[in-house]
């Protein structure tokens, strides 16, 4: 696990954030992103590992910029050290706290 700090992702940063993650094996794993979305609707963020293509998640409000909610993306990493890519597609993204990858592959 490791936190994030960036908080929101405004728009006008396209490639928002990345993170380096070690892992020993090649394979799909689960990455648990936990969030933060006060708003009325829904906002999206677009990641990818490795520069692969991207996938556009969406976010559902959590009610309250201090209430924290979770999603779950799956991942294809492989074998020593990836990069984790966060970026905004067309809007302010959610304020992000974390993400966990799973220690093993699915």
């Known amino acids: 696990m490791f ?4 908080g929101r992702l405004p728009r006008q940063r396209r490639r928002a954030h990345s993170q380096r ?8 794993y689960t990455a648990t992103i ?18 692969g293509a991207a996938q556009t998640i969406s976010f ?9 909610g979770t ?3 799956v991942l294809h990493l492989t074998a020593g050290t990836n990069t984790i890519t966060f970026a905004t597609p067309t809007a ?9 990858v799973s220690g093993s592959p699915l």
Do not use: K, M, N, W
Request: hydrophobic fraction near 25%; avoid cysteine; proline fraction near 6%.
């Open 3 to 6: 936190g994030l700090p960036e």
């Open 21 to 28: 993650r070690d892992r020993a094996g090649d394979g799909d």
């Open 34 to 51: 936990a969030y933060l979305d006060g708003s009325d609707t829904d906002r999206q963020l677009q990641v990818s590992a490795d520069g």
């Open 60 to 68: 559902t409000p959590t009610g309250s910029f201090h209430t924290l």
């Open 71 to 73: 999603t779950t993306v």
């Open 92 to 100: 302010d993204g959610p304020d992000l706290d974390r993400i966990l």
